[in-house]
């Protein structure tokens, strides 16, 4: 059992808001997944020739003033970095691949949780609460995010094993429920090329969707793909720098509720995280039918 939530804002004065709103649908989501939260926030995005990296540093102490001195004698490109904790955003105009591979040789301890020109990225382990309040998510701001509280039942609780997942550019997926094939996904995609950094059956659904979005699919054809290759119990939460998107399997055991109105849609595994929202009484809602794609644009 874990807890989901999304929420796109339609009106850009809210954006300003989308962390204080969010904050209390992830609190609110903490019986359903008390072990480890996590969020990714799409902000403005950076110019074509830059990307931002979420980076995470654990319980490992990191002098990123020393960080980002080595990445600017390595590259030219100019590169800034914004710290948060034991969490930072590196936006550079290097190339992102070269980035990830000089932080495997010089800086192994620092994990590369996303890339992109729009997406940051936050987990930890510990009561969503907490984590929260570490990482100031009542102060971010942006267009839209998907966040994630979990109760671990098939893997451990690591800040790896934690939701969001990643793959590709801009692309985030969270999970409440259960794969069965999380293996059989894995042997067909690893002769491709395709890394896993965890034995968690989310990553195994992201990374298949990342794959199909890069064979030419657009997000919604991915997820129709899924529906013959993943099988299991599972509601789907994901974002693109210019999407939401919600689907439930065939038998829709997992709970899930959608409101919107003019200003927001909001989402969560239950009605509770939605109670505080801004005129949630004249919200539309419902709950999203079995093996039907919903999605949202900026």
Same mark, same amino acid.
């Given at each position: 059992?874990?807890?989901?939530?999304?929420?796109?804002?339609?009106?850009?004065?809210?954006?300003?808001?989308?962390?204080?709103?969010?904050?209390?649908?992830?609190?609110?989501?903490?019986?359903?997944?008390?072990?480890?939260?996590?969020?990714?926030?799409?902000?403005?995005?950076?110019?074509?020739?830059?990307?931002?990296?979420?980076?995470?540093?654990?319980?490992?102490?990191? $002098? %990123?003033? @020393?960080?980002? /001195?080595?990445?600017?004698?390595?590259? *030219?490109?100019?590169? =800034? !970095?914004?710290?948060?904790?034991?969490?930072?955003?590196?936006?550079?105009?290097?190339?992102?691949?070269?980035?990830? $591979? %000089?932080? @495997?040789?010089? /800086?192994?301890?620092?994990?590369?949780? *996303?890339?992109?020109? =729009? !997406?940051?990225?936050?987990?930890?382990?510990?009561?969503?609460?907490?984590?929260?309040?570490?990482?100031?998510?009542?102060?971010?701001?942006?267009?839209?995010?998907?966040?994630?509280?979990?109760?671990?039942?098939?893997? =451990?609780?690591?800040?790896?094993?934690?939701?969001?997942?990643?793959?590709?550019?801009?692309?985030?997926?969270?999970?409440?429920?259960?794969?069965?094939?999380?293996?059989?996904?894995?042997?067909?995609?690893?002769?491709?090329?395709?890394?896993?950094?965890?034995?968690?059956?989310?990553?195994?659904?992201?990374?298949?969707?990342?794959?199909?979005?890069?064979?030419?699919?657009?997000?919604?054809?991915?997820?129709?793909?899924?529906?013959?290759?993943?099988?299991?119990?599972?509601?789907?939460?994901?974002?693109?720098?210019?999407?939401?998107?919600?689907?439930?399997?065939?038998?829709?055991?997992?709970?899930?509720?959608?409101?919107?109105?003019?200003?927001?849609?909001?989402?969560?595994?239950?009605?509770?995280?939605?109670?505080?929202?801004?005129?949630?009484?004249?919200?539309?809602?419902?709950?999203?039918?079995?093996?039907?794609?919903?999605?949202?644009?900026?």
């Amino acid at each position: 059992m874990c807890g989901i939530v999304g929420l796109l804002v339609k009106n850009k004065a809210l954006r300003s808001q989308l962390g204080a709103l969010m904050v209390p649908m992830l609190t609110g989501m903490t019986e359903r997944g008390p072990d480890s939260a996590g969020l990714a926030v799409y902000t403005e995005p950076v110019s074509d020739d830059k990307h931002k990296l979420s980076l995470y540093s654990g319980e490992h102490a990191v $002098d %990123w003033s @020393a960080l980002l /001195a080595g990445l600017r004698e390595e590259f *030219s490109a100019h590169s =800034a !970095i914004a710290i948060n904790g034991n969490h930072a955003v590196l936006t550079s105009a290097a190339d992102p691949d070269r980035l990830i $591979d %000089w932080f @495997a040789r010089h /800086a192994s301890t620092v994990a590369v949780l *996303s890339v992109g020109h =729009a !997406i940051d990225l936050y987990k930890d382990v510990g009561a969503p609460a907490d984590i929260a309040r570490r990482y100031r998510f009542n102060t971010l701001s942006g267009t839209h995010l998907v966040g994630h509280t979990r109760m671990a039942t098939e893997s =451990a609780v690591t800040p790896a094993h934690a939701h969001p997942f990643t793959a590709g550019r801009d692309f985030c997926l969270v999970h409440n429920g259960s794969l069965s094939n999380p293996h059989l996904v894995r042997k067909h995609l690893e002769p491709l090329g395709i890394e896993f950094e965890t034995d968690n059956d989310t990553e195994a659904a992201c990374r298949f969707f990342e794959w199909r979005l890069r064979e030419g699919d657009d997000l919604e054809s991915a997820v129709q793909r899924g529906f013959s290759e993943l099988d299991g119990f599972y509601t789907f939460l994901m974002g693109t720098d210019k999407e939401l998107l919600i689907v439930r399997d065939a038998f829709a055991c997992k709970p899930a509720i959608v409101a919107e109105t003019d200003d927001y849609v909001a989402i969560a595994s239950e009605f509770r995280s939605l109670a505080h929202l801004p005129h949630i009484a004249h919200a539309t809602l419902f709950e999203p039918k079995p093996e039907e794609i919903y999605s949202w644009r900026i």
